[in-house]
């Protein structure tokens, strides 16, 4: 089974959630911007969650299915249609075979996620599917997808195969069936162009004058067109060191907000390097690196102080959200009849 | 979250600071400036961590004064479900109490000798084109250059920058040099070269502003193998003059 590019989009790559053990050679962990989309439309299609799928970035590309295949569209709108006819986000979706995507206008965020029944079947390098760009490792030949690249599809699990029998039998034509189960509204994140994001104090928090950290926390900094996978570069209130001090490199991750010597801040994403030596203002909570990841160039930020304690409550209530929805697609499984209704929080 | 929170613990002649870097990692520093000795607890707790992770650890990653150590909280607490319900603790708090037990064990582990990498160089020429500046900028021949970089030994404090980038110190003084004025676009990989008192090997292409003084045969980036790099963290490096024509010779050998 493949896909096939017949248009590339601005910036579509195969990802999945990332190189991890190999940072401490140096390498980049990459992986999805959005990791929570990608996981949620893994899940969808009975996918385990680090399964590689496409990021699909802004612009997106134009693909054909030769064979009926299952998928799931998650993260920003980009606004999928199937055969002429607009696909639901956060659905598992039965694609006819022959069937052709496309996608329009960017409504909300900036990345698309798709999913496919059995993933992407690239060839693993350092524990990880990911294309990791600037190496030209991974995904798909290490670069991003060009016309007439054809993507294999692995094996799907056993609840992607009984999901897509499931459904098979409503395709009608070349008209997509759409599963009757979806995904809790709870569990979403609030995708914005102007999102607020909660942020933990950084490990140099204490090098800025109060007024840089005030200012960090009260106005807004909006996304510069440099920005990229590896960083987003924001413009506002410039950040002043409290007292100049050469640092030392450290460990550095996603959400790390590191503070340049021209005061902009850097908030550090997925193909961020793995140490660095810039002060750390602030670190973005992790439940809300998916609002950083949609949120397009040109966008405003503003960011909220909270605590650890809190950042991590709400990250084990995601999680826990996540399990409830995979236990729910499972039962899905077992029930015959495919009539449950899941909306994963049973 | 920050100095404030933060705390000292007693660790034999080094304290360690545990503090949070984000709400998936903690980081353990040692001392506040590069010294062996910091780094020898970053070496040691690196290697526990590298053979005994604790449930929840995702990786860890060493660098000059730390060691960062990334956990996932949900598999911390399930750990907690099971072996201490009545403590009820957050995610953090048990992943610095796990570091904290481990450097508790650290004091009577014993040593291992750090591994002694050699990394053969042809100095100078097509590949070293600023060793004429590096030489002149001494007041040395470049003889005298190379006979001082490649007698000396290095120590791998970290891999960063680029995959299997390694910060070495122990670059002589009497040949710092500081960084050239304009960067170069392209350096090809393998290249050697010093910025200040630091040395180095290009592991892959990038633009860069290091002095260059010659060039390895030696992959340093072996992103099909595991671990994708020749360098680790804790090695010992010592580079070895190699004539032009050893060089090709191993150029043209498969490795």
């Known amino acids: 089974m493949n896909l096939v590019i017949l248009k590339p989009g601005l910036l579509t790559t195969v990802q999945d959630l990332g190189r991890y053990g190999v940072q401490k050679y140096g390498v980049i962990v990459g992986g999805a911007m959005d990791a929570f989309a990608l996981r949620i439309a893994n899940l969808l299609v009975g996918n385990g969650e680090n399964d590689a799928g496409l990021e699909i970035t802004m612009l997106g590309p134009e693909i054909y299915f030769p064979e009926a295949a299952l998928i799931a569209i998650g993260g920003g709108d980009l606004s999928p249609v199937l055969n002429g006819r607009q696909v639901p986000a956060w659905r598992t979706v039965y694609v006819p075979e022959g069937s052709r995507l496309q996608f329009g206008r960017m409504k909300l965020g900036c990345r698309a996620y798709l999913a496919v029944a059995g993933g992407l079947d690239v060839p693993v390098r350092m524990n990880s599917r990911s294309t990791y760009l600037r190496a030209g490792i991974g995904g798909h030949e290490g670069r991003v997808l060009q016309a007439g690249d054809r993507l294999p599809i692995g094996e799907p699990s056993s609840i992607g195969r009984h999901l897509a029998d499931l459904l098979a039998g409503e395709a009608r034509g070349d008209e997509p069936a ?16 102007n999102p607020t994001l909660q942020a933990i104090a950084g490990q140099e928090q204490d090098l800025f004058d109060n007024e840089a950290i005030s200012r960090f926390y009260q106005e807004d900094y909006s996304v510069r067109t440099e920005s990229d996978r590896m960083g987003y570069r924001l413009s506002g209130g410039e950040l002043r060191l409290a007292t100049k001090r050469e640092l030392i490199s450290s460990a550095v991750t996603f959400g790390t907000v590191q503070v340049p010597p021209d005061g902009q801040p850097i908030v550090l994403m997925a193909d961020r390097q793995t140490t660095g030596g810039y002060p750390r203002i602030a670190q973005v909570a992790s439940v809300d690196l998916p609002l950083l990841a ?4 040109g966008g405003r930020i503003r960011f909220r102080a909270v605590s650890l304690e809190e950042a991590q409550k709400q990250y ?4 826990k959200g996540i399990r409830v929805l995979r236990s729910g697609l499972e039962q899905l499984q077992t029930n015959r009849n495919g009539k449950v209704r899941t909306n994963g929080e049973r | 979250m920050n100095g404030s929170s933060s705390k000292y613990n007693p660790f034999g002649a080094v304290k360690a600071k545990i503090s949070p870097l984000g709400d998936l990692a903690v980081m353990v520093q040692f001392g506040e400036t590069i010294e062996q000795a910091t780094y020898e607890r970053v070496r040691q707790l690196s290697n526990y961590l590298e053979r005994f992770p604790f449930v929840g650890m995702v990786e860890y990653v060493p660098s000059f004064l730390s060691v960062t ?24 708090e048990l992943a610095a109490k796990r570091v904290e037990e481990i450097l508790a064990k650290l004091e009577a582990s014993g040593d291992q000798q750090p591994r002694i990498v050699e990394i053969p160089v042809c100095y100078g020429g097509e590949f070293g084109p600023d060793l004429p500046e590096v030489a002149a900028y001494h007041n040395l021949s470049e003889q005298e250059v190379i006979d001082i970089h490649s007698s000396a030994d290095y120590l791998v404090y970290m891999l960063g920058f680029a995959p299997g980038f390694a910060y070495l110190g122990g670059l002589p003084e009497s040949i710092a040099t500081p960084r050239r004025q304009t960067p170069r676009l392209s350096i090809p990989a393998g290249t050697v070269g010093i910025a200040g008192d630091q040395t180095g090997v290009y592991p892959i292409a990038t633009p860069g502003g290091w002095q260059l003084i010659g060039r390895t045969t030696e992959a340093l980036f072996l992103p099909s193998q595991m671990p994708p790099t020749r360098l680790r963290a804790g090695d010992i490096v010592r580079f070895r003059p190699i004539s032009r024509a050893e060089y090709d010779s191993r150029e043209a050998a498969p490795s």
């Open chain 1, 178 to 193: 759409i599963g009757r189960w979806s995904v809790s509204p709870e569990l979403l994140p609030a995708y914005a162009a």
């Open chain 1, 294 to 297: 949609q949120t397009p160039l």
């Open chain 1, 316 to 319: 084990l209530v995601r999680e």
């Open chain 2, 69 to 92: 150590v990334y956990y996932d909280p949900y598999a911390l607490i399930g750990e907690t479900i099971l072996s201490d319900a009545q403590e009820i603790v957050g995610p953090y």
